[in-house]
């Protein structure tokens, strides 16, 4: 058992009934008496000295030791005594992850090569790679924001990781139309990951993967990553495709990098497959699953316990006194 003393210096009381008992003079208890004017001489034939009149009551055996023993406790009890258990280690896991898919058209693009050679659609390979993804985050809530002409939620933050893919698998370009609005889809992710009750206490993170440039939104994206700066919020971004593609479904490399770098985030651009791959495996070290380790020691008082112990022991002591009072007194009768 592991005890340990916060206020020890108050068993410097512990000798203080053996001072008194020293050092103090008894107390004396006055007893009634007949005063008569022969006393010196009924002395005289009696043969008895005189004395003072008053005694001093002499407590029984088990009445000394049940004195000693609540002021043992009570000592003990003043100098706070712990208990301390085995140390524990507690891990903070469970982040609110918010994820972000592309949905314009250029998503249908099969451009994405397996390693076994089968060509894939931009949308099925990051499908593929966000079932991996979500495997590895276990304990993380998960959430999905799908954006093409406007941002939409397809799933608010669930620790329900199967009904997450099941709502990721769903999700087809023609849903959101054809462009690219990057910034709002920025945008709403803060939002959201702001709203979350434990938001300043828990890491907020989101994950954004386009494939072309921001087209019109409302908040052009360098603002959305000041927005997000602001809140707390670090976003990581995956680029798929060319970064030589021209018009609308060009990537611009440079807007990204500034939205990464503005956000405390990276940029990672995935030509193929592996590549994506590479990218959110990167990210999941980046960003560890568990985020925080706090090791500490319960410690339980026993303060509580031993002055119990001394009611108690005052509560027997009382009753017993009464009941060999009543006892004497019933003999007596």
């Given at each position: 058992?592991?005890?340990?003393?916060?206020?020890?210096?108050?068993?410097?009381?512990?000798?203080?009934?053996?001072?008194?008992?020293?050092?103090?003079?008894?107390?004396?208890?006055?007893?009634?008496?007949?005063?008569?004017?022969?006393?010196?001489?009924?002395?005289?034939?009696?043969?008895?000295?005189?004395?003072?009149?008053?005694?001093?009551?002499?407590?029984?055996?088990?009445?000394?030791?049940?004195?000693?023993?609540?002021?043992?406790?009570?000592?003990?009890?003043?100098?706070?005594?712990?208990?301390?258990?085995?140390?524990?280690?507690?891990?903070?896991?469970?982040?609110?992850?918010?994820?972000?898919?592309?949905?314009?058209?250029?998503?249908?693009?099969?451009?994405?090569?397996?390693?076994?050679?089968?060509?894939?659609?931009?949308?099925?390979?990051?499908?593929?790679?966000?079932?991996?993804?979500?495997?590895?985050?276990?304990?993380?809530?998960?959430?999905?924001?799908l954006f093409a002409d406007a941002a939409f939620v397809q799933s608010p933050f669930?620790?329900?990781?199967?009904?997450?893919?099941?709502?990721?698998?769903?999700?087809?370009?023609?849903?959101?139309?054809?462009?690219?609005?990057?910034?709002?889809?920025?945008?709403?992710?803060?939002?959201?990951?702001?709203?979350?009750?434990?938001?300043?206490?828990?890491?907020?993170?989101?994950?954004?993967?386009?494939?072309?440039?921001?087209?019109?939104?409302?908040?052009?994206?360098?603002?959305?990553?000041?927005?997000?700066?602001?809140?707390?919020?670090?976003?990581?971004?995956?680029?798929?495709?060319?970064?030589?593609?021209q018009g609308e479904q060009a990537l611009d490399l440079n807007t990204l990098q500034?939205?990464?770098?503005?956000?405390?985030?990276?940029?990672?651009?995935?030509?193929?497959?592996?590549?994506?791959?590479?990218?959110?495996?990167?990210?999941?070290?980046?960003?560890?699953?568990?985020?925080?380790?706090?090791?500490?020691?319960?410690?339980?008082?026993?303060?509580?316990?031993?002055?119990?112990?001394?009611?108690?022991?005052?509560?027997?002591?009382?009753?017993?006194?009464?009941?060999?009072?009543?006892?004497?007194?019933?003999?007596?009768?």
């Amino acid at each position: 058992m592991n005890l340990t003393l916060q206020a020890p210096y108050w068993l410097l009381l512990l000798p203080l009934p053996w001072l008194i008992y020293r050092l103090v003079p008894a107390f004396s208890t006055r007893q009634s008496a007949i005063k008569v004017p022969f006393f010196d001489s009924l002395l005289s034939a009696l043969d008895i000295q005189p004395t003072q009149g008053a005694t001093v009551l002499q407590p029984a055996r088990w009445q000394r030791f049940n004195l000693l023993l609540a002021w043992l406790l009570t000592c003990l009890a003043l100098s706070d005594p712990l208990y301390l258990a085995a140390p524990q280690q507690r891990e903070q896991a469970g982040r609110d992850l918010m994820v972000v898919v592309d949905l314009s058209g250029s998503m249908e693009t099969p451009d994405f090569t397996t390693a076994t050679g089968q060509h894939l659609s931009r949308l099925a390979a990051v499908k593929a790679v966000l079932h991996d993804f979500a495997a590895k985050r276990a304990g993380d809530r998960l959430g999905l924001i799908l954006f093409a002409d406007a941002a939409f939620v397809q799933s608010p933050f669930t620790a329900d990781h199967a009904a997450w893919l099941a709502l990721l698998d769903e999700a087809q370009v023609p849903m959101a139309g054809q462009n690219t609005h990057l910034g709002d889809a920025m945008g709403l992710a803060v939002k959201l990951l702001s709203e979350q009750e434990a938001a300043d206490s828990r890491d907020k993170l989101a994950i954004i993967l386009t494939d072309g440039n921001d087209t019109d939104s409302l908040v052009p994206p360098k603002e959305a990553a000041r927005l997000a700066k602001s809140r707390g919020v670090r976003l990581h971004l995956v680029a798929m495709g060319d970064p030589q593609t021209q018009g609308e479904q060009a990537l611009d490399l440079n807007t990204l990098q500034a939205v990464a770098e503005t956000t405390g985030g990276q940029l990672f651009v995935a030509m193929d497959q592996q590549a994506l791959a590479q990218a959110y495996d990167s990210i999941n070290a980046l960003e560890p699953r568990v985020y925080q380790s706090e090791r500490y020691q319960p410690k339980y008082p026993l303060f509580p316990y031993l002055m119990m112990a001394v009611l108690v022991m005052h509560l027997l002591a009382f009753s017993l006194a009464s009941w060999q009072r009543h006892r004497r007194r019933s003999h007596a009768g």
